[in-house]
């Protein structure tokens, strides 16, 4: 296999010796492909995550005398800021999701089973390359804005197919080993508790930001009664929702997401005349913090991190009915029957009390993904700036960020107050 000529980026997150890998990953034959050239850029100017750097990766290729373009995304640990390696490194993120991809995701996927995430190619030293998600006219939608009905039933087809899995592997497995199998007990160090943790810095700063911009800002703050009662309960309340990520041993467990913001579901569109089109399928990527926990609780996060407060509320019944339907169409074509693994009653009471967990997690993400793209970019790209926000004074930020920036305030405050209306007042 020759490379006749490239065109690389600068940091040099990919040789010429990884580029033929992922060509014969891909099914090229070296003896019989030449890599005629290959360009790797960053996949935005803005920052699209906080867990790593990303990039797009277009090779051209001859082989028998036809061209191919192929498009791959690239995720690397990053090697311009320390503090979101170091970030990283100390959640596992990146072998976690690794580990998912090579090892638990090769398991569970089912044959016939529409594809509920991007095509994992290969791992590299800190690289991890997928088929490009865009070149198949997938797109990220605007972060800032709320799902409205179409792509919130769409993003709910996928996670109930992607649940599906686990529990499809788990009742063949059963069947074959002649006894209860979960997959927690084969997998269980993979599937550990990631940033959603007691005693994680990242987690620590959220819960502490939160409550000080709670006793500066919310509609509480003159409320001496009230404000000892929400001082007094709410790292009690904040915390237990981590509880609900265990294993439950009332409910139906399978391997969740736990990650479900906006960034994360890439969607596929269809063109109903010249300027309207409609979601038609979805995908999820970003699976660094995966559990082995309730289906709910990805359900509840899913709509409480991507739908405004009033929508969700309004048509909560409405949405965890349509999940429970087609987790009960996509258990149904591989002959399992729903009312022997989740009944409707219990994934209703697990959603309840799933609730909670919905909002405590949506109120740590949100905290950095309601921000401006020009703020979120340049807190991303300052190693320096990056750590102070993430792991050591998140208050100084937020305050600062709700007297600059209404919108943020709103959406901030929204949640906030939400958690002490339900959980700490009520």
């Keep these: 296999m020759d490379i006749r ?4 980026n600068e940091k040099q997150y990919i040789t010429d010796e990884d580029v033929k890998i992922i060509v014969t990953k891909c099914g ?25 750097e990303y990039f797009k990766l277009n090779v051209r290729v001859t082989t028998y005398d036809a061209q191919k373009y192929l498009c791959f995304f690239v995720k690397v640990v990053s090697k311009t800021n320390a503090a979101k390696t170091k970030m990283a490194k100390q959640m596992g993120a990146f072998e976690k999701e690794l580990m998912f991809y090579e090892v638990i995701k090769r398991n569970i996927d089912i044959p016939g089973l529409k594809p509920w995430s991007a095509l994992f190619v290969t791992y590299l030293q800190d690289v991890m390359v997928f088929k490009d998600l865009s070149s198949l006219q ?8 709320k799902f409205d009905e179409q792509h919130v039933l769409q993003a709910l087809r996928t996670l109930a197919r992607f649940h599906a899995c686990t529990i499809i592997f788990e009742e063949t497995k059963t069947k074959y080993l002649q006894r209860p199998y979960k997959v927690n007990e084969q997998y269980k160090d993979i599937l550990g508790k990631g940033g959603f943790d007691e005693s994680n810095p990242w987690f620590v700063q959220c819960r502490i930001g939160a409550l000080e911009a709670i006793k500066a800002f919310s509609k509480y703050t003159l409320n001496t009664k009230h404000m000892e ?34 960034n994360n579901i ?4 269809k063109k109903l005349d010249a300027n309207t089109t409609d979601p038609d399928d979805c995908v999820f990527v970003d699976f660094a913090e995966i559990r082995y926990m309730p289906p709910a609780g990805d359900v509840m996060q899913l709509l409480h991190c991507n739908l405004s407060p009033g929508f969700r509320k309004t048509n909560l019944n409405s ?20 009312k022997e693994t989740i009944t409707r009653d219990k994934f209703i009471t697990s959603a309840k009390e799933q609730n909670l967990w919905g909002l405590v997690t949506h109120a740590c993400l949100g905290q950095t993904f309601w921000l401006n793209d020009d703020m979120m970019t340049n807190i991303s790209r300052d190693s320096e700036q990056f750590e102070t926000v993430m792991l ?32 700490i007042l009520n």
């Design 229 to 262: 009662i929400i001082e007094n309960r709410w790292n009690t309340v904040f915390n237990s929702a981590l509880s609900l990520a265990d294993a439950s041993k009332e409910h139906r467990n399978v391997i969740c997401h736990r990650d479900l913001w906006n």
């Design 266 to 269: 890439l969607f596929h569109y």
């Design 392 to 423: 050591n004074d998140k208050t100084t930020f937020i305050k600062d960020t709700v007297q600059s920036d209404s919108i943020y305030k709103k959406n901030a405050m929204e949640v906030f107050e939400e958690i002490i209306e339900n959980y």
């Design 28 to 52: 090229y034959a070296t003896d019989a492909t030449t890599i005629e050239a290959y360009t790797m850029h960053p996949i935005s100017d803005k920052m699209i995550g906080f867990g790593a």
């Design 319 to 338: 949405f965890l009915n349509f999940y429970y339907n087609q987790l009960k169409v996509s258990l149904g074509n591989y002959n399992v029957d729903i």
């Design 5 to 8: 000529t490239k065109a690389i």
């Design 138 to 145: 997938y797109v990220m939608r605007n972060r800032h804005k």
